[in-house]
C-alpha cells in the first residue's frame, strides 16, 4: 500500500539531498528497489511529530485499505499540519518581539478563538494567515524553502475533510467498505502531495536541548557544553550528543535548526512542543508523568493540555518543574498576538 506514497516523497527529498539518489538505484541491473529502506529514511529525516505517524503508517498493520490505515492516514495528515502551523507561529511570535510585525485587528481575533482550541481547519488557518503576514510585511521566513512552495495552490492543498474526533480521540465517521477503500487512495495521494511539498524538513534538525554547562579554563573564554537529542528518529531511542559551543541556545527546549553545529540560528519551538523526557520524577506528584514529545492541543481557565507522539492516553502535565512557565509562555504568546 506505502510503495508509491515512499518513492514519491522520497524522490522529493533528494531534490534537497542529491547523496540519497543512490537509493533509488537498484544494487544489480533488473533488480528492485528496496522500498524498506526507503521508509526507513524518510521517518528519520522528517521530524520526529510527522516522522512517528509515519512509522505507523509504514507498519505491517497497515497495508490493508481498512478503516485502521484510514484513520492514520487521518492523523498522519492532522500532525504534518500541526507541526507546520506550530513553526509558523513559533516565528510569528518571534517576529512581533524583535521586529514588532504588525498584526491587523481580524488577525488578532480570529487567532485568539483559533488558537484556544486547536483543530485541522485552525492549523491550515494559522499557516495560511501567517504566511500572508510575512509577505506582507518582507518577512523572511526562518525555513527559506517556503516562501517559494507556500504558494495559493499549496494552500487550496491544505483543505482536507476529516472528522471531528470525540472524547478518547477517535474519529467519528460511519462509512462502507467500498467508501473506506476509496478514501484510503484519495487521502494516501493527498497526504504524498503535501509530504513532497515540505521535503525541505529534511536540511533540518529538531532537536532537544537537555542541559548546557558552562565550561571555563582561567583567562579564556567561556564554552558552552549542549547536551542535545536529535529528534529525527525510526523508533523513540533518539540520538543523544555533546556540541560545544562559543554560544549557547535556550536551555530545557526543543528547538527547530539548520545545522546543530550553529547555535546561533534557531528556531524555539517551546512551548508548543515540549519534551517530557528531561523531567526528573523524584516526587510522589510526578508517579504519572509519561515521558514522550508532546504537542500543545488545547489553552483554556489558564490550563494547557498536550498530546503525545508515543503516549495515546490523556494525560495531565501540571506536575511537570516547568509547568507554570508553560503557562506563561502561552499566555504571553496570546498577549502578544492581542498587543498589535
Known sequence: MNE????????????????????????EPGE?????ILGDLLIKNYPWPIGVE??????????????????????????????????????????????K???????????QNRFS?????????????????????????????????????????????????????????NLTQADIEKRCVEYEERLSVMLQNIAFLSLYKLVTIRQINVNKVKHNVAKFNHQIDLLNSSDSDFKGMEVLQDTFADSNSVLLMKDIKDFKD????????IDTRTEVIDQKEKFNIKKDIFLYTKFQNNKVLYVGTEITEKCDLSALSGYTNLVKELTELLEMVNNS
Open 4 to 27: 508509491q506514497l515512499i518513492t514519491n516523497v522520497f524522490s522529493s527529498i533528494v531534490k534537497y539531498k542529491p547523496t540519497f539518489q543512490k537509493y533509488l538505484e537498484p544494487d
Open 32 to 36: 528492485d528497489i528496496d522500498v524498506r
Open 54 to 99: 509515519l512509522r505507523r503508517l509504514f507498519s505491517g498493520a497497515m497495508r490493508q485499505p481498512d478503516r485502521l490505515r484510514l484513520d492514520q492516514l487521518f492523523k498522519t495528515i492532522e500532525r504534518t499540519m500541526q507541526f507546520l502551523s506550530f513553526v509558523m507561529v513559533a516565528q510569528l511570535w518571534e517576529e512581533r518581539i524583535v521586529k
Open 101 to 111: 510585525v504588525a498584526l491587523t485587528p481580524e488577525f488578532t481575533s480570529q487567532f
Open 117 to 173: 482550541v486547536l483543530t485541522l481547519g485552525n492549523y491550515a488557518w494559522l499557516i495560511r494567515a501567517i504566511s500572508k503576514i510575512f509577505q506582507q510585511t518582507d518577512t523572511q521566513h526562518f525555513i527559506s524553502e517556503i516562501s517559494d512552495i507556500f504558494t495559493n495552490k499549496f494552500f487550496d492543498q491544505l483543505d482536507f475533510w476529516v472528522p471531528e474526533r470525540n472524547e478518547i480521540g477517535h474519529y467519528q465517521i
Open 266 to 273: 534557531y528556531l524555539n519551538l517551546s512551548p508548543l512542543v
